[in-house]
């Protein structure tokens, strides 16, 4: 059973924290495994291995679009977070997602990953979006090979091109951390982000391949209740469980969840010889 809970807007410390004490908890085994899923408050996060030359404006630029920037201990390098994105932050105990012939067995880190990947091109998928896997990089792709339309104006109205795609562009970003067997941080889908925030950053350290959301594939704006949804199906296809929706997060923990928040520049020292971190 997975526990799923849409929480809404939020900053990304208040996120981070949150997420920070789930984990605990699914560790304690006081918790069964739960997805969070929320938009953030804009925000540049720099993962494990980013580069901070991978943020192309300064801080005073970042101030004046009312971007925060952070650093974090999943992996992966610098990307962007903002209202009509759904992020997904799922806390899961992988030894109970690997089991087979009734076998306990942990699942492994490259095929979790893989599993997120596959939640998120059939949830694409779901909206008529052709979605696919890049080999050598994690996340999410517009497939390469499909036929675009484009609308160009002209001086006596618009007109309708079609034209062929010249490359992939990535509609969903992946970065992890795994603790003892325990995940979080997890998936960011554009669906109807506004992608000029991509332009502060060179988004994962790629700087060949643009960015894309599901609205601009659709050329419409979606409804992210109806993504959220989505997603939640597929995780109980992809990950063979059931799915449990709740209204407030005291229905998954009982009690408050507040702690205090540790700096940013502290995070890098949460890790020990278990943690994993993929992107």
């Avoid at 799923?4 to 006081?30: E, H, I, P, S």
């Avoid at 490259?110 to 599993?115: D, L, T």
Wanted: charged share 20%; hydrophobic share 40%.
């Amino acid at each position: 059973m997975i526990s799923v809970l849409q929480l809404g807007t939020l900053d990304y410390a208040t996120g981070l924290r949150l997420q920070q004490k789930l984990v605990q908890l699914r560790k304690d085994g006081r918790i069964g495994d739960a997805l969070l899923l929320l938009e953030h408050a804009p925000v540049i996060t720099l993962g494990r291995n980013a580069k901070a030359a991978n943020v192309i404006v300064s801080a005073e630029q970042l101030a004046e679009r009312g971007v925060e920037l952070f650093e974090c201990d999943r992996g992966g390098d610098v990307t962007f977070h903002g209202p009509g994105q759904l992020v997904g932050y799922p806390i899961f105990d992988l030894r109970g997602f690997g089991s087979t012939d009734g076998k306990r067995k942990t699942l492994g880190v490259v095929e979790y990953v893989r599993r997120l990947e596959e939640v998120l091109i059939r949830t694409c998928a779901d909206f008529r979006i052709a979605s696919e896997r890049v080999a050598g990089l994690t996340g999410v792709w517009t497939n390469s090979n499909r036929v675009g339309t484009e609308y160009v104006v002209t001086p006596t109205g618009s007109e309708t091109r079609f034209h062929t795609n010249p490359g992939a562009a990535k509609i969903a970003a992946i970065g992890v951390h795994i603790s003892r067997g325990v995940t979080s941080h997890g998936f960011a889908l554009n669906v109807n982000t506004d992608l000029e925030y991509f332009n502060l950053i060179i988004p994962c350290g790629i700087s060949s391949k643009p960015v894309a959301s599901m609205a601009k594939e659709l050329g419409q704006q979606l409804s992210l209740q109806e993504v959220a949804h989505s997603v939640s199906r597929n995780f109980g296809g992809v990950f063979q469980s059931q799915m449990l929706w709740l209204e407030t997060l005291d229905s998954l923990v009982g009690h408050s969840v507040g702690v205090p928040m540790k700096p940013p520049s502290e995070l890098r020292k949460l890790h020990n010889e278990e943690d994993t971190f993929w992107a």
